[in-house]
Structure formats: structure tokens, C-alpha cells
């Protein structure tokens, strides 16, 4: 109940975030909305929202890992497995 | 061609204001924020002085900026687009949004081709680049500090002596992808132009303390000579940084103020008891310079005329002026020439006025070698201290403002002056046709604009 609560905010902030910086006008984006394709981030953008994300969450994000995420639900899944490693590691 | 070239909107972020009519109402009543300067400073280095005149932190929602622009972006870039973006609104022309990610205007029924960026810094980005310097040389070997720190028992001397040592290290969470683009001294101007999608004559002026008064210097010339219409021109300095080290930079060349015990009354141009410039922590100003004609044709309102400006260089030494002060002398001439004015026309000079012993010794003898002892004088650094590449322009923004109050702010602090001239001791309201603007820099470089009231 807790990861799915968890995993619930880490995807409205996900795309709250995604939606301040990217401008995006009519509410949040969808989770399966493509950050080039769908919502038209330039590689400049992409910089500016993993910054963001950064600020947001806490820690980096990898050169790596971002060049592995095409849409909003990666960025969501990496950041949330990346957390969910974080809590077990505490406990 | 040779235009005449007005003054159509002011834009200013300071330490007693951040808009041209708060801070020139705060500059009347004498209000000066000297304040200590930050306590963990101490921690780094002694110092002779100890006070500073500091800005209220940027306010993004205040400023219009996005989180993005907050991140990516030196302050002095930041305060600079929001001083613009102020004499943009108060000449009337006022930006429209084009691009919501980029927060980017354009300048309604304006050729953005036939706009101007004159800017001046002395340090640019400084601050950008060593918040990120302190994240290159630190964040490691401070990682490893750390580990270091946390495997010895809390009792042991490395780990009572390394505590307060890991405490002063300090830098920022990562290595900014901006950098490059935030530390970059044409940021400041290149901000502004893509802000409001600027495409004419775009430069950065770097003459330390005359940054602000060459930049607008340039600007007059590129609108009377035709090359743009509109010219938005001024200076923009952020002279901090987490370890002081800036600050510390002027303190050790012995130029800030020293008599720190009675904070009030320590920053005194043009007094017998002068001990240096109070340091700022920075600050904004911007002048729109427009062709007249096409400021009467849209019925701009025109707060003053620039008429003349001249520079000169000392060639004598790279921190102190020249004894004689003979380019700046020359300068002044240069300067009344190119206004075709003679020196009997100039009522008040807003002067350079640092408090410093050798600049103010020598800016009251050449004042009294070209004009006499009869021209009203005043230092708008008595108020708010020195903010190097901005200086020029918010005193030139303070000039037009002087013009055209026909009143100037008081010499703060001048109780005793170092000659018989003749220094606003209090605000003064007296008929002013015309003034002098200028500024000196380390370098050796002199620069000053006349304006005119406008008629």
C-alpha cells in the first residue's frame, strides 16, 4: 500500500514538474507522453527537466540513466526504484 | 547622420529599491542599508572592513522568472533582464509573450532589428563560476573528508577537529550544465536580447567601475548615429559568493571602508574622514536611449536628453588613478565638446565619489580645474555604496532622475569636505539644465556622459 502510495506521488510530482518546465498549457501531461516526440523537448529542455528533477528529489541523475528514458513513465520508474532503493537501504 | 537621442524609461535593481520610483524616493530620504557583512565570511579570512550594502534576495515571482531561468542563469544576468524589463514598461513599451518555455517577449510595433543591447560588468558571472569551482574542488575530496569523519569515534581529536572544518567547506550539489553560459560576461546582455527578442547590436562592456557609463556612452552614439533606434543600455553587478572571497579581493587592496565601528557614518565620499568605498553586494541599471523623433511620433515620455560623452585612459597604473588627473580632465573637455556645450552650462555633477582618499582628492581638483567651485555635487555612492560595472548606470539613471525632479539627493555622511565645493550636504532643489555623469575604473580608464533636461 505505501510503495503504491509512494509511486502515486512521485508520478504527480513527475508531472508537475515536467509540466512547469516544459510549459505545457491544459493540465499535466500523460505518463506515456514521449519528452521529444509528444512534448517536444529539445536536448537543452531535457537538461533543464532533469535538473528540476533533481532539485525536486534530491541526488543526480546519471548521464546514463537519462539516456535510457524516452517517455514520462521512465523518468517516473527510475526515480521511484531509485527511492524504493533508498528506503531499503535506511531500513 | 546625427540624431538626437533621449531617455524614455529607467529600470533599476538596488539595494534600496528595485524599481526607478522607490528607489529614487529612498535616495531622497537619504536611506543607505549598510549592514555587517555575512558572519561565515569570518571563517575564511580577516578583514579590514566588515560592513556591506546587500540586495534583498531575487524574488522570482516579483521578477517573472521561471524556475528554469532561476537555474540557469547568473543573478547578475537575472537582475539586469528585470531592471529591462522596468524601462521597457515605464517608456511604454510594454513586452508580449511569445514563447512560454523560453518566458521570451517581444517588444510590440518595434523592429527588433533596430534595438540595441548595451550592457556593462565588471566580473560578469562571477559568482556562477565559483559556486561551481567550489563544487569541482570540493565535492571529492570533502566526500572522502567525510567518510573519513563518520569511521572515527565521536570522542576521538580527528573526529572533534574535523567537524567544524567539514562545516566551512561548502559548495553547491552539483556541477551546473550551465556554467559556461551563466559565467560568461555577455551573458548579462546576451539575457536581455534573447528575453525580448532583441536581434540588433548585442555587447558587453568589461571597464570595471566605468562598465555602466561606457555602455551607455556607446549606446548614445549608436542611436544618434543612426545604427539603432531604441538602445537599451546600463550595467549589472553581483559581487558575491559563498566564502566572501570577492569582497575579499577588494578588502586586501585596501579600497572598502574601514571605520566599521560606527557603520552609519563610515562610508563618507568626499569628507576629510573618508576611509574607502562601501562595498555592495551589487545591483542594476538600465537607461532606454531612443531616437527623439521616434519617441515624439509614439508619444514616449522623455525623462532627459543625452548629448555628450567622451573616455579617455590614464596609462598610469592598472588599481590607482593618475595624480594629475589630467586624462580625466581631458575627458570632461571631450565630453562638453561632443555636447558642443561649454563647462559654465553643467549645473550638477553626479561624481564618481567612491570615498576613497586618492579618488575623491583628485576628482574635487579636476572638478574645480574645469567648472569651478559653483557646480552642485553630489556621490550616489554615499548611499548605496559601490557596485563597480553597475555604478555608471544607476548613476546616470539618478542623473536623469535629478534632471528631471530638479532636485538631487544629498552626499551622505559629508560633514566635513576635503575642499570648498559645492557638495549637496542635504537634498537639494535648485533649476538644473544640464549635468555630468562619469565614472573612473581600475584599469585607468575615465568615461562621462552629459544630459540635458529635456525641452
Known amino acids: 500500500m505505501e510503495s503504491s502510495e509512494n509511486q502515486a506521488s512521485v508520478e504527480a510530482r513527475v508531472l508537475s514538474v515536467a509540466q512547469e518546465v516544459l510549459a505545457i498549457d491544459g493540465g499535466p501531461p500523460a505518463l506515456d507522453s514521449s519528452l521529444i516526440e509528444d512534448l517536444g523537448a529539445d536536448s537543452l529542455d531535457l537538461l533543464s527537466l532533469f535538473m528540476a528533477l533533481e532539485d525536486e528529489f534530491g541526488g543526480t541523475i546519471s548521464e546514463e540513466e537519462t539516456e535510457g528514458m524516452t517517455t514520462l513513465r521512465d523518468v517516473v520508474e527510475c526515480i521511484s526504484g531509485r527511492m524504493g532503493e533508498k528506503a531499503a537501504a535506511s531500513q | ?455
Open chain 2, 1 to 455: 547622420m546625427s540624431r538626437r537621442v533621449v531617455v524614455t524609461g529607467l529600470g533599476v535593481v538596488s539595494s534600496i529599491g528595485s524599481d526607478a520610483a522607490e528607489f529614487w524616493s529612498n535616495c531622497l530620504a537619504g536611506k543607505s542599508p549598510v549592514a555587517p557583512i555575512p558572519e561565515h565570511w569570518h571563517a575564511y579570512a580577516d578583514y579590514h572592513s566588515c560592513i556591506w550594502a546587500a540586495l534583498d534576495p531575487i524574488d522570482p515571482a516579483r521578477f517573472g522568472l521561471t524556475r528554469v531561468e532561476m537555474s540557469q542563469n547568473d543573478p547578475a544576468s537575472l537582475i539586469a533582464g528585470y531592471a529591462a524589463r522596468q524601462a521597457l514598461s515605464n517608456a511604454g513599451l510594454e513586452p508580449v509573450l511569445v514563447n512560454k518555455r523560453a518566458n521570451s517577449y517581444e517588444l510590440a510595433g518595434v523592429d527588433p532589428h533596430r534595438v540595441g543591447v548595451y550592457m556593462g560588468t565588471g566580473i560578469g558571472g562571477a559568482n556562477s563560476f565559483l559556486d561551481n569551482y567550489s563544487v569541482q574542488m570540493l565535492s571529492v575530496q570533502k566526500g572522502k573528508l567525510a567518510e573519513l569523519y563518520a569511521s572515527q569515534h565521536e570522542d576521538s581529536e580527528v573526529h572533534r577537529s574535523l567537524g567544524p572544518i567539514l562545516e566551512c567547506l561548502h559548495h553547491g550539489r552539483r556541477f551546473n550544465p550551465f556554467t559556461v553560459s551563466m559565467l560568461m560576461p555577455n551573458a548579462i546582455s546576451a539575457h536581455i536580447g534573447l528575453k525580448f527578442s532583441i536581434k540588433g547590436p548585442n555587447v558587453t562592456h568589461c571597464v570595471a567601475c566605468a562598465s555602466g557609463t561606457v555602455s551607455i556612452g556607446h549606446a548614445f552614439h549608436a542611436v544618434r548615429d543612426g545604427i539603432v533606434d531604441f538602445a537599451i543600455s546600463g550595467g549589472s553587478e553581483y559581487l558575491d559568493d559563498h566564502y566572501g572571497g570577492i569582497f575579499h579581493g577588494f578588502d586586501i587592496a585596501k579600497a572598502l571602508v574601514r571605520n566599521c565601528g560606527d557603520p552609519d557614518r563610515a562610508n563618507r565620499p568626499f569628507d576629510v574622514d573618508r576611509s574607502g568605498f562601501l562595498f555592495s553586494q551589487g545591483g542594476a541599471g538600465i537607461l532606454l536611449l531612443e531616437d527623439l523623433d521616434t519617441a515624439l511620433g509614439r508619444g514616449a515620455p522623455i525623462l532627459a536628453e543625452v548629448v555628450g560623452y567622451s573616455e579617455t585612459f590614464d596609462a598610469h597604473s592598472v588599481m590607482s588613478i593618475a595624480p594629475d588627473g589630467l586624462q580625466i580632465e581631458r575627458m570632461m573637455r571631450l565630453a562638453l565638446h561632443d555636447a558642443a556645450m561649454s563647462h559654465t552650462d553643467i549645473d550638477y555633477i553626479n561624481a564618481h565619489g567612491t570615498g576613497t582618499q586618492a579618488n575623491d582628492l583628485v576628482e574635487s581638483e579636476v572638478i574645480e580645474r574645469v567648472f569651478g567651485r559653483d557646480v552642485l555635487v553630489n556621490s550616489t555612492k554615499s548611499l548605496i555604496g559601490h557596485t563597480i560595472g553597475a555604478s555608471g548606470a544607476i548613476e546616470a539613471l539618478v542623473t536623469v532622475m535629478s534632471l528631471d525632479a530638479q532636485t538631487t539627493h544629498a552626499c551622505k555622511n559629508l560633514e566635513e569636505p576635503l575642499m570648498d565645493l559645492n557638495f549637496a550636504r542635504e537634498t537639494v532643489s535648485r533649476p538644473m539644465q544640464a549635468a555630468l555623469t562619469q565614472s573612473f575604473a581600475f584599469g585607468g580608464h575615465n568615461a562621462g556622459l552629459v544630459l540635458k533636461r529635456f525641452a
